[in-house]
Structure formats: structure tokens, C-alpha cells
T-cell receptor, first 116, second 112 residues
Framework: GAVVSQHPSRVICKSGTSVKIECRSL??????MFWYRQFPKQSLMLMAT?????????EQGVEKDKFLINHASLTLSTLTVTSAHPEDSSFYIC????????????FGEGSRLTVL | SQQGEEDPQALSIQEGENATMNCSYK?????LQWYRQNSGRGLVHLIL?????REKHSGRLRVTLDTSKKSSSLLITASRAADTASYFC????????????FGAGTRLAVHP
């Protein structure tokens, strides 16, 4: 099956710094990737759709200057949380559709961000 | 934004019992999917049911879909302690390829 790798799994940073999270499709190409945010014991909230070679599409209410998304290759999308603040602390998960248009998404293991 | 609600929010059962989780959604859909999430981990796809299907089975899983009521249910039969996880339904609302909107989830605890 398709494998999505996400790194780092945990990151702690100081308020005001920027943090980059990587999402890689290991054995398939992904022209589209999705970034979700999840608060404790809550559902996944779609933040943005990452498109290879073009700008990301952000969901309503998500600050594009705060959450920078780059999809520079067919196997890598990055999410950069800029000037992080404690309220940005959360679990960030990426996903990608597998090849074959089955409809299912393959998820990374998630990245837990803690901003002090 | 979330597509709909799931109930119950939490479910606690004994091993061997069946677990039923329900999901409601708001818009028309192409398909509805169920995912499982172990604590602090990513999501794993369980089963997909298309809008023109009413029931689907996969091992101990049984999913039903009622598009007239905009609802779905996931039944796990003969539950095991290893089934302990959160379960989410997700809908593809036809608005974008593979753009899934997730429900609130049900936290299932299966006790030995």
C-alpha cells in the first residue's frame, strides 16, 4: 500500500520561531496533498490542499501567511508554521490520495507541535 | 469545517461485544469513508462506500449508508481490545477530488 511519511513526529519550539513539517509520499507520486489540524479529542480540520507546482488552496479561516505550504516535487509537501505562538500548538497531519483514484487517503503519522 | 456529527462520542464495551457507531452528514456525497486513529497516530483507511451502495462488508466491519437520511453506520463485530481507537467517518462532497471532510469521531474502548 501507499506510504506517507511525516517528519518530525514531535517538535517543541519557542514562541516566535518558525517550524517546518515535511510530508513525503514514499512509494508513489502525489500531485495533491492535504494538511489537517487536530486538537485533543477532536476531529480533523482541513487546513489546505497542497498542489504540486502551484499555490496551495486554503480553507476558510486559515491564514495563508501563517501556515506556508510548499509542494515543490511530486513526493514532498511542507507546512511551515511561521512565528509560532502557543495557540498554534496542535497535531498536524498530512495525507495524500493513492494512485488509481480509489478515493481513499493515506495519512502520515502526524506531527505534534508544542509552542512554549 | 466538519461535515457532520457522529454518535456516540464515546463507547465503552467488553471484548466480544459488537460496537456500532453512527455518522450523519449534511451535503450530497460521492462516497463515505471510515477511518481509524490510534491515540497520537495517523489515520488508517478502513472502508469506502459509494453513494449508490447501501451496505458493504470487510472482515469484521459492516458499513451501511442511507443517503435519504444522510447517515451511515459502522458495525464492528466480535470486538477485541486491539480495536480500541477513535473512528471517524469522512465524506467526499464532490466539491474537490479526494477532499475529505471528517466527522467528530467516536472514541471506542474495548475492555478485555
Amino acid at each position: 500500500g501507499a506510504v506517507v511519511s511525516q517528519h518530525p513526529s514531535r517538535v517543541i519550539c519557542k514562541s516566535g520561531t518558525s517550524v517546518k513539517i515535511e510530508c513525503r509520499s514514499l512509494d508513489f507520486q502525489a500531485t495533491t496533498m492535504f494538511w489537517y489540524r487536530q486538537f485533543p479529542k477532536q476531529s480533523l480540520m482541513l487546513m489546505a490542499t497542497s498542489n504540486e507546482g502551484s499555490k496551495a488552496t486554503y480553507e476558510q479561516g486559515v491564514e495563508k501567511d501563517k501556515f506556508l505550504i510548499n509542494h515543490a516535487s511530486l513526493t514532498l509537501s511542507t507546512l511551515t508554521v511561521t512565528s509560532a505562538h502557543p495557540e498554534d500548538s496542535s497535531f498536524y497531519i498530512c495525507s495524500a490520495p493513492g494512485q488509481g483514484h480509489t478515493g481513499e487517503l493515506f495519512f502520515g503519522e502526524g506531527s505534534r507541535l508544542t509552542v512554549l | 469545517s466538519q461535515q457532520g456529527e457522529e454518535d456516540p462520542q464515546a463507547l465503552s464495551i467488553q471484548e466480544g461485544e459488537n460496537a456500532t457507531m453512527n455518522c450523519s452528514y449534511k451535503t450530497s456525497i460521492n462516497n463515505l469513508q471510515w477511518y481509524r486513529q490510534n491515540s497520537g497516530r495517523g489515520l488508517v483507511h478502513l472502508i469506502l462506500i459509494r453513494s449508490n451502495e447501501r451496505e458493504k462488508h470487510s472482515g469484521r466491519l459492516r458499513v451501511t449508508l442511507d443517503t435519504s437520511k444522510k447517515s451511515s453506520s459502522l458495525l464492528i463485530t466480535a470486538s477485541r481490545a486491539a480495536d480500541t481507537a477513535s473512528y471517524f467517518c469522512a465524506t467526499d462532497d464532490s466539491g474537490g477530488y479526494n477532499k475529505l471532510i471528517f466527522g467528530a469521531g467516536t472514541r471506542l474502548a474495548v475492555h478485555p
